[in-house]
């Protein structure tokens, strides 16, 4: 198992931007998918972007393209999320997820392990 751990949340004005940062336990991080996603009060928990596990191909949701990049540093065994042009839509509790076995991952069925969460707050 991997444990997962979110930092950089927080409260920005609209237009702003933030990055997050998941940082991953275990000594193979590069050998698996890692995903964000987001859960909005009352939603569901939605897809954001993955990314795998060399760096080298992202895919981003429609609703953040051009906006969202999802990075990764396998030294560090962390994961990034930079935010930026951010919109009070995209308030939400923002999760990083771990996936074996794959390349990219879409869906929440596919990750095996999940971090707590960390809050972003995007005021109109």
């Known amino acids: 198992q991997v444990q997962l751990v979110e930092s950089g949340g927080g409260l920005v004005q609209s237009g702003g931007s933030l990055r997050l940062s998941c940082a991953a336990s275990?000594?193979?991080?590069?050998?698996?998918?890692m995903g964000w996603f987001r859960q909005a009060p009352g939603k569901e928990r939605e897809f954001v972007a993955t990314?795998?596990?060399?760096?080298?191909?992202?895919y981003c949701a429609d609703s953040v393209k051009g906006r969202f990049t999802i990075s990764r540093e396998n030294a560090k065994n962390t994961v990034y999320l930079q935010m930026n042009r951010l919109k009070p839509e995209d308030t939400a509790v923002y999760y990083c997820a771990a996936a074996f076995g794959i390349r990219l991952g879409l869906k929440r069925a596919q990750y095996d392990c999940w971090g707590q969460g960390t809050q972003v707050t995007v005021s109109s």
């Open positions: 275990g000594r193979t991080f590069n050998s698996y998918a």
């Open positions: 990314i795998s596990g060399s760096g080298a191909s992202t």
